[in-house]
């Protein structure tokens, strides 16, 4: 005991490290910070666990665009500590954006990005937008058939940029086709480039917090102006400032430690995504849907309309970028409580709402044919021969099942047609197959005229009971 | 005399600073110039094109639409099965071919040709094309792109190109 106590004071002495740490754990936070500052310690816990089971998987990765499928079997399959591991890389990456837009949501709220705090809230844009880059790219170093098809869609999104357009998609994908490079290339983004950007700007964000004091919690009629705020500030934390360790720090630990176990039960019992098929851009046979922190962007893009759609898909980011960056200057001073900016309060439920409905549809995506659909059975057309049979095979065969559901059977692209004879005529019907129209392709250079005559005998036998 | 000097020290240490900077910016542009370089190496290749056999031509029925696949045109030795490319070549005649790119023109996903409704369909956001390569229906801004294709001694041989990038 006495020996540890002599080498930690020589440490101290020789370096300073402890006392100044001690003095930075226990610097004077307001009070009554509760529960609401959690989000952006356990951000930070999160990002460290991606750091610790990222190196770990390091150690069991192939970075290489013909081998690393093999070494992600092995990781998931051959071993179960990878296995783990890659859990935890996989459901610590959801919680980490998770909680970084929780944590900037109860920022915004709380308006903690007016004076004198508007860089911190830059630095944290920054920081989200990174967050996002990992889960991009983590998502495409799990190389598989939905990685590469990502990547192409990546490159096709920034390829809408005018003029340079083209190279940058060829930037994205590493030249010219998906090949050798681009794994090698995504692999540095995702382990080098962004988590060194993430270390500086963490390093750079937790300086201001401590420089300029976590944000007290706001109170009604207590407005910021940039005239008074640091004197007020510090007056308040004289008189009624408590040590952050281990006054508030004990909450962090609290609900970081749950964010761990959490992680930490999730890859155990959930275990990762499953790998895809082999990343053959061959294979046709693909179906590429990005993981669920995309979903609602991907949702976008089957919903904007065709015209406007290069712009919003070069613009929509780039407001929105635009947006986040100018918000402390546009509102640096004045009332913080929520309850005095209803604004601020519909921004958040209008962007919840849109988001929860975009991702509602993404993931039904009604708009994708569904090309495993069951073909309709006899019992479904009701009769074994016949005009009418034939009708219901040739529904089956001229992909009309892809995009049409009859009894519960097919897609929902288009109207479903159960009982479609009870609304539409026969020359209805034949009019609408012949020039198509709102989506539906015109079949009237598909169909012979026999085919056309049963499919729409077949369509007409469809009524209410 | 003493003011000059004091001028001149002045001068000596604005001078010193400015070296200092110069310097130090010069041996960061040394070191950032192979680095930015070799990162943005990409968009300076050379275009790549190689005609890629995928079949002798009577192995394809006329009128017929198949998937066929090659190796892209100046592959990485590590590049395992990612070199592989594919596309949906219809023989149309004797010596004539079509050869579809098998990226939809909306943003790239693979598109399947639906032969008993002779479309082209996209999985990711409903995107549909004619026979033709035109389009029926979704979000496409244009047709599907085209690779040339051409009969070469009895092989049909698809031009290996870079994968088609929709632009504004
Ligand atoms: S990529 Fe084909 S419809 Fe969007």
Redesign the pocket.
Request: hydrophobic fraction near 20%; include cysteine.
């Given at each position: 005991m006495r020996i540890l106590k002599s080498t930690m004071s020589w440490l101290d002495d020789r370096t300073g490290l402890i006392t100044s740490m001690g003095s930075i754990m226990r610097h004077p936070v307001p009070p009554g910070s509760a529960w609401f500052y959690v989000f952006g310690s356990a951000t930070l816990l999160a990002f460290l666990v991606q750091v610790a089971t990222g190196i770990a998987l390091a150690f069991m990765y192939v970075p290489s665009s013909g081998e690393a499928y093999q070494s992600l079997q092995f990781i998931s399959n051959d071993t179960t500590i990878g296995r783990v591991v890659r859990g935890m890389h996989n459901w610590g990456a959801s919680a980490m954006i998770a909680l970084v837009f929780i944590h900037m949501v109860q920022v915004y709220l709380f308006a903690a990005y007016k004076y004198p705090r508007e860089m911190n809230w830059l630095t944290g844009v920054v920081l989200l937008a990174c967050t996002v880059v990992m889960g991009f790219t983590g998502q495409v170093v799990r190389w598989d058939q939905t990685a590469v098809w990502s990547i192409i869609v990546a490159a096709e999104q920034v390829g809408r940029v005018p003029l340079i357009g083209t190279s940058l998609a060829h930037f994205v994908i590493g030249g010219e086709t998906i090949g050798g490079a681009t794994l090698s290339r995504m692999f540095a983004y995702h382990v080098f480039i962004i988590p060194g950007l993430i270390f500086i700007f963490i390093g750079f964000h937790l300086y201001l917090v401590l420089r300029d004091g976590i944000s007290e919690p706001p109170e009604i009629g207590k407005p910021v102006d940039p005239k008074t705020y640091r004197d007020t500030y510090e007056e308040m934390l004289k008189q009624k400032g408590v040590p952050f360790w281990p006054d508030a720090a004990w909450r962090d630990v609290v609900f970081g430690c749950s964010v761990i176990v959490a992680i930490l039960l999730l890859a155990i019992i959930v275990g990762p995504p499953e790998l895809g098929k082999p990343p053959d851009p061959s294979n046709l046979d693909a179906l590429p849907v990005p993981d669920w922190y995309f979903v609602f962007y991907f949702a976008l893009?089957a919903l904007m309309p065709p015209e406007l759609e290069s712009y919003l898909m070069v613009g929509g980011p780039l407001v929105l970028g635009i947006l986040l960056i100018s918000l402390p200057f546009i509102s640096n001073r004045g009332e913080r409580s929520p309850l005095r900016r209803p604004w601020a309060f519909a921004v958040v439920v209008f962007a919840i709402m849109a988001i929860s409905a975009l991702w509602a549809i993404g993931i039904s995506s009604p708009w994708s044919p569904h090309f495993d659909a069951k073909p309709l059975t006899a019992e479904v057309i009701g009769v074994t021969s016949g005009h009418i049979y034939e009708g219901g095979q040739l529904f089956n065969d001229k992909g009309c099942l892809y995009c049409h559901a009859i009894s519960g059977h097919g897609g929902q692209r288009g109207p479903d047609l159960t009982d479609v004879g009870s609304r539409l005529s026969s020359n209805e019907l034949t009019w609408r197959i012949m020039n198509g129209g709102l989506n539906m392709p015109a079949f009237g250079g598909i169909l012979t005229s026999d085919e056309l005559s049963k499919l729409v005998a077949f369509l007409h036998s469809r009524r209410k009971p | 005399m003493k003011e000059n000097t004091k001028t001149g020290e002045c001068n000596r240490r604005e001078f010193l600073a400015k070296l200092s900077i110069a310097l130090s910016g010069i041996a960061g542009a040394l070191v950032a110039i192979p680095v930015i370089g070799s990162i943005i190496a990409p968009l300076f290749q050379k275009r790549q094109e190689v005609w890629r056999s995928v079949g002798a031509v009577e192995s394809f029925e006329i009128g017929a639409t198949v998937q066929v696949s090659f190796i892209d045109a100046s592959p990485l030795l590590w590049a395992g099965i990612t070199a592989k490319s594919a596309a949906w070549l219809r023989r149309v005649g004797e010596e004539e071919f079509i050869a579809f790119s098998v990226n939809?023109a909306?943003?790239?996903?693979p598109?399947r040709w639906i032969a008993g409704a002779k479309l082209f369909m996209?999985p990711?956001?409903?995107?549909v094309y004619y026979e033709d390569g035109s389009v029926a229906s979704?979000?496409?801004p244009r047709g599907l792109y085209q690779y040339p294709v051409r009969a070469n001694n009895g092989q049909v041989e698809i031009l290996a190109s870079p994968i088609p990038i929709t632009t504004t």
């Open positions: 893009f | 939809c909306h943003l790239g996903c598109v996209c990711c956001h409903g995107g979704g979000p496409p």
